[in-house]
């Protein structure tokens, strides 16, 4: 009996040194509250301005929602894609996935949220943090479920385009290549097919299509065979050979975040390769048919996917960045991660 309590007693301590210790190895993890007492009105000015971008133009949640997946598989959630090029060194903003062929949208919008809450609170809020509040507010607000936004985190001090560019998954990978790629930072083959599902929302450019209709396979005049037919004339109409600048809508409800993406790959009305490829594979197009007939389990695998991918830790170091589109001036670059 005595034994027990001690050894009862013993375990409990273990137990709590152990917490301790893991507590201070990890004092560095992100928490809801984070900003509670620095910062109390953080989270509802992000929310209050979302709401009123996603009021004027609804599309712009797609804007909102990718900027925070391109920042977040590139040097995990760390705002590097926010930061510009400057005159030594090209930046992410700049690859083809996050310009020309594929405009990432909002950066103003980000700009504007992080001046209004630098005028709240100096110094406080990270840009990541932010960008990972927006996209969630965002989805939110157009359908699509709810997911918990830990902060903390800190903004990185590098960008590079050369790492967008081998990082970020382009519209012509297969399926293997789509695994491979959302493998590196962590993510299951279904996750990386729910995810792909973000694009029942906001809008693309002609250019990523035309491959497809045009060039596919690199010979000129063909048109991919796996696109719908009727389809394939639709998005002829709208996206015409050599004329840049035409602009498509991601699914049938752009501004809904709904399952009809799951719907219209399955049906062969994928917009990207990428999107197609899901179908190429027997376990990528088990789960599209799953998606496209349970939108609730779309919605609730989606939005634990996002909890996950907005985890995806950045550089150790970091900085709470005064202006998202630069790094603070040196002797600023003291805080660790
Ligand atoms: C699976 C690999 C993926 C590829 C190859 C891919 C590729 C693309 C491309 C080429 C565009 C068009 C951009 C433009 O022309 O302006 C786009 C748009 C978009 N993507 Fe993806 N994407 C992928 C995964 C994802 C994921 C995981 C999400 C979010 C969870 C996402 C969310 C979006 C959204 C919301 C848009 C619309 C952007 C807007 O409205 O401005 N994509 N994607
Ligand atoms: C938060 O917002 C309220 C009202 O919107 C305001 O009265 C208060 O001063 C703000 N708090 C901080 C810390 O800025
Ligand atoms: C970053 O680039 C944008 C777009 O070119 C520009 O409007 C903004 O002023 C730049 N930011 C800085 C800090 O130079
Ligand atoms: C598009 O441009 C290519 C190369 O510049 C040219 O060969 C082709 O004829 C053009 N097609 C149309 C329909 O204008």
């Known amino acids: 009996m005595k034994s027990c309590t001690c050894m009862c007693l013993l375990s409990i301590l273990g137990l709590l040194l152990l917490t301790t210790v893991t507590n201070a190895d990890n004092d560095t993890r992100l928490d809801l509250d984070y900003y509670s007492e620095t910062c109390p009105n953080a ?21 909102l929602l990718r900027l925070h997946f391109h920042d977040c598989f590139v040097k995990g959630c760390d705002a590097s894609v926010l930061l510009n090029s400057t005159d030594t060194n090209a930046a992410e903003k700049d690859a083809p996935s996050n310009s020309g062929i594929a405009t990432l949208r909002g950066y103003d919008h980000i700009d504007n949220i992080k001046a209004a809450i630098e005028a709240d609170c100096p110094g406080i809020v990270s840009c990541s943090d932010i960008l990972a509040l927006a996209a969630r507010d965002a989805t939110v607000l157009v359908g699509g479920l709810n997911w918990s936004v830990a902060l903390g985190r800190k903004d990185g001090l590098v960008s590079n385009e050369s790492e967008a560019t081998e990082l970020l998954p382009s519209f012509s990978m297969t399926y293997d290549e789509l695994v491979e790629n959302f493998a590196a930072v962590g993510f299951s083959q279904g996750e990386m097919v729910v995810l792909s599902g973000g694009h029942t929302i906001g809008r693309a450019s002609c250019l990523a299509v035309w491959p497809r209709l045009y060039d596919f396979n690199g010979v000129a005049g063909q048109t991919d065979p796996s696109i719908d037919s009727k389809l394939a004339v639709e998005l002829k109409k709208q996206c015409p050979q050599n004329q840049t600048g035409s602009i498509l809508s991601m ?3 752009e501004n809904t975040f709904d399952n009809l993406y799951f719907k219209a790959v399955l049906a062969n009305k994928g917009l990207f390769q990428s999107d197609a490829n899901l179908l190429a594979n027997p376990v990528g197009k088990k789960l599209v048919e799953k998606y496209s007939k349970r939108g609730a389990t779309f919605k609730r695998d989606f939005a634990a996917a996002m909890e996950k991918m907005s985890n995806i830790r950045g550089a150790l170091e970091g900085q709470i960045r005064r202006v998202c589109t630069k790094v603070n001036r040196r002797p600023e670059i003291h805080d660790e991660y």
């Open 251 to 253: 699914d049938s409800t």
């Open 43 to 63: 989270t509802s000015i992000v929310k209050q301005m979302v709401k009123n971008i996603v009021a004027e133009k609804s599309n712009m949640a797609g804007g």
